[in-house]
């Protein structure tokens, strides 16, 4: 449950853009990373504090500032009264319970989505909460803790691949976004291998328990990832026709193409919350299926003894007159009684093919 409610009690009373960390701490120190490029100039740097940073705001070049950590106000404060950060957007920012959304204001776009990946170990989908200040020339994004999946974009910029280091802050929003879209696809391919592998599993194991519990896990990732990329459609759709000057319009067509990954990605995870639910029905009729199976074995033993019961009762009554029991061929001669019952009915259970 705290995956889908993140409790927000500490924040209850309190005054509208009251900066207060909602969420786990996941690493000691901020740590700030900076990417300051223009054309053919790069500089990358790892300053020792926010006040580094302040410079960037007013200069001509695109820079990129990344905030590993949202749990120190101080620094989250700082940064916002330099760049001129609306307070709501700020208390957004450590709010790490935030639905995707955008934002507009009239110097900066916010923008928040969910970074997700598959934990193997666990078994999981883990997120953790992206944030982004777009800016005239520069980009600011706020992450949880140290690790992404933007080492790509990196590298790009370093080396000065493609069009990035060609284009603005917004096209940089765009490279970020979209390398987020893109790994939503892989943690669905992990989540469609285990898919796959419980359904190879699923027709050995009826009857057993855990299959089913596999199903749930899966249906509660699928809900999960239904939450985190739905929202995200509308963000996005808002981004590519924002008529906002933050975005060129020759980059919008990038931001449609983004969208359009991301409804593949929810239609994908559609289709595995419908296999699912398939794959629950399957394994419910497969063990009713079984079940019916050994009630049916049951039911024939019963009918079988039914009349070899009715026999041994008769000549278990203690009258003292039945002519039987004085011959002395009686007692097998009642046995082979008892196995042409057995045969006989077998015989015809065969032949209405119930057997």
Request: net charge negative; glycine share 6%.
């Amino acid at each position: 449950m705290p995956r889908f409610i993140k409790k927000t009690s500490k924040k209850a009373g309190m005054a509208p853009g009251s900066l207060v960390h909602i969420g786990e701490q996941k690493q000691e120190k901020v740590s700030i990373t900076v990417m300051d490029y223009e054309g053919e100039r790069f500089a990358e740097q790892v300053p020792d504090d926010v006040e580094s940073v302040f410079p960037l705001r007013d200069a001509p070049t695109t820079s990129w500032i990344n905030i590993d950590g949202v749990h120190d106000m101080e620094v989250i404060e700082k940064l916002g009264q330099h760049f001129l950060i609306h307070p709501l957007t700020l208390e957004d920012a450590v709010n790490t319970a935030q639905r995707p959304k955008i934002e507009e204001f009239d110097d900066y776009i916010y923008v928040v989505l969910k970074m997700l990946r598959y934990d193997q170990t666990a078994d999981r989908v883990v997120a953790e909460q992206v944030s982004m200040v777009l800016g005239h020339h520069f980009l600011i994004s706020f992450q949880e803790a140290e690790g992404d999946v933007f080492d790509a974009v990196r590298e790009r910029i370093r080396k000065g691949r493609g069009r990035i280091r060609r284009s603005g802050s917004d096209y940089l929003a765009y490279a970020l976004i979209d390398c987020i879209v893109d790994h939503y696809f892989i943690v669905l391919e992990q989540l469609g291998e285990r898919i796959e592998a419980l359904e190879m599993q699923l027709y050995d194991a009826a009857g057993d328990p855990d299959p089913l519990q596999a199903i749930f896990r899966l249906k509660q990732e699928m809900i999960y990832l239904h939450k985190q990329i739905r929202p995200l459609r509308e963000t996005l759709s808002r981004f590519h026709k924002s008529e906002n000057s933050l975005v060129q319009d020759k980059n919008r067509v990038f931001f449609a193409d983004v969208y359009d990954h991301l409804l593949q990605g929810s239609e994908v995870v559609d289709s595995l919350r419908d296999v699912l639910s398939s794959l629950q029905d399957l394994y419910i009729s497969m063990t009713g299926q079984r079940m019916n199976e050994v009630m049916k074995v049951l039911t024939i033993i019963a009918t079988i003894f039914i009349p070899i019961t009715f026999v041994a009762g008769i000549y278990g009554m203690n009258f003292e007159v039945i002519p039987e029991l004085k011959w002395r061929w009686g007692y097998f001669a009642v046995w082979g009684l008892f196995g042409a019952i057995t045969a006989g009915m077998l015989v015809y259970f065969k032949r209405r093919k119930w057997l």
